[in-house]
């Protein structure tokens, strides 16, 4: 026999599914949900509480306990077209252009650390645990909310040979078209894709409500030789990022869009 709550939950998620509440729209208060169904509000409580961790309302702060419908709107990452050397723009700028080109307000802050290499960091990059690295850190927002962190590890070595990736503002190039000019092309990447719960500080970050899974990515870059010279390790929020590749000619895809 399904329990109250879950029933209550069921109603108001197929509201939801169905456009009937749409992303903002208020729900009924809690004491307008226990008259409706008549219920305690411990059961009540229960049903809000199972829609949020599903991700599909917010409680908002500040305000008694108002419930809404979250806004899912997703934005695209084309992993595929990113760290180009032969576009024509740097690679914020072609982060901020595909995200204006997709109706919103990209914006970000920057900071540079020099930090001891996790395990897992120090295997992608090949260098010993504990080892030195050069970290250039994103926080990326979408019309002023955070939607990801992008933090991209340089083992000390290369910032010794292109001490322009300890700047601690943007490189105008962008860094993956700098270290080609230096000598350091990456004709290859591997990419790496996992879903998992947040930690308490990308909670913190990224300003997730309860129940808001993350996608970590993770690209590796190759010299021609084979030796990894970076890992990026970027960390989207669930809820409102999906990435997107494309395989085979390029021109292809850019020819459609062109004529669309």
């Known amino acids: 026999m399904t329990s109250l709550y879950?029933?209550?939950?069921?109603?108001l998620r197929d509201q939801i599914s169905r456009g009937a509440l749409r992303p903002g729209?208020?729900?009924?208060?809690?004491?307008?949900?226990?008259?409706?169904?008549s219920v305690s509000r411990n059961t009540v409580r229960l049903a809000?509480?199972?829609?949020?961790?599903?991700?599909?309302?917010?409680?908002?702060?500040?305000?008694?306990?108002?419930?809404?419908?979250?806004?899912?709107?997703?934005?695209?990452?084309?992993?595929?077209?990113v760290e180009q050397v032969d576009g024509l723009v740097a690679e914020t700028d072609a982060y901020m252009t595909e995200v204006q080109q997709q109706g919103r307000e990209p914006t970000q802050t920057f900071h540079l650390t020099i930090e001891a290499l996790p395990a897992e960091l120090a295997e992608r990059l090949d260098v010993a645990d504990a080892?030195?690295?050069?970290?250039?850190?994103?926080?990326?927002?979408?019309?002023?909310?955070?939607?990801?962190?992008?933090?991209?590890?340089y083992p000390k070595w290369l910032a010794d040979e292109v001490p322009e990736l300890m700047s601690p503002s943007d490189i105008p190039q962008g860094t993956t078209r700098l270290l080609a000019e230096k000598g350091y092309p990456q004709p290859a990447y591997r990419d790496e894709l996992l879903t998992r719960m947040p930690t308490p500080d990308e909670v913190r970050r990224l300003e997730l409500p309860a129940g808001t899974p993350i996608?970590?990515?993770?690209?590796?870059?190759?010299?021609?030789?084979?030796?990894?010279?970076?890992?990026?390790?970027?960390?989207?929020?669930?809820?409102?990022?999906?990435?997107?590749?494309?395989?085979?000619?390029?021109?292809?895809?850019m020819n459609r869009e062109s004529a669309e």
């Open 215 to 253: 996608m970590e990515y993770h690209r590796t870059g190759y010299l021609p030789d084979g030796r990894p010279i970076r890992v990026t390790r970027i960390v989207f929020r669930g809820d409102a990022n999906r990435v997107v590749y494309t395989l085979g000619d390029p021109t292809v895809f």
């Open 6 to 11: 879950r029933k209550i939950a069921a109603e």
């Open 131 to 153: 080892s030195s690295a050069v970290v250039r850190c994103c926080l990326r927002f979408v019309n002023g909310e955070p939607t990801s962190t992008q933090d991209t590890y």
């Open 48 to 81: 809000v509480a199972l829609l949020v961790n599903e991700g599909l309302i917010v409680i908002v702060p500040g305000r008694n306990g108002e419930m809404v419908v979250r806004d899912r709107v997703t934005l695209t990452y084309h992993a595929s077209r």
């Open 25 to 37: 729209d208020k729900l009924p208060t809690e004491p307008q949900l226990v008259d409706s169904y």
